[in-house]
């Protein structure tokens, strides 16, 4: 399977997603990223840090990508948690009114998120709008083949 710059943005998000979950989940995610930022060129770490007090507009767009991986992962709906048991006639009231709204809501904020960090990694490093990297290569750097299963950690 071909990887694009898209899966790139992905990665970043879904790295931050994982960092506070069981070490085998959050490491996995964190190495992914890892990888595919080295492989694709595109480290925004490194990307911020080689000139703090050069071209403006460079930080601009790496702060407006780092603003978009938190907000992709900090933006939550009253109906997020887990109903447990068997909810009652007033919660599922509100629910059955509101829940489908927010979660139409949350999908479109996500791809917000997703579109313009994809799109400020393409102004940091143009060349990765034309870049596929094989996933077989993450295997080749060191990523374990099988992804961890949350529900195994339970």
Known sequence: MLLTHHDLATAYITAKEHH???????????????????????????IRDEDPNGDYDRTMVCSVAYSCIE???ALY???????????GPLIMAIYSTRSDRFHDM????????????????VALTPEIATTTIESERLIECGLPREWPDPDDLW
Do not use: Y
């Open 20 to 46: 506070n979950d069981d070490p085998e989940v959050r490491d996995f995610h964190a190495q992914r990223l890892q990888i595919m930022a080295k492989l694709f060129g595109c480290d925004l770490s490194v």
């Open 77 to 87: 709906g009253p109906f997020d948690s887990f109903l447990e048991g068997k909810p």
């Open 106 to 121: 949350r999908t479109q904020w996500d791809r917000e998120c997703l579109q313009t960090l994809t799109e400020a990694l």
């Open 71 to 73: 907000l992709a992962c």
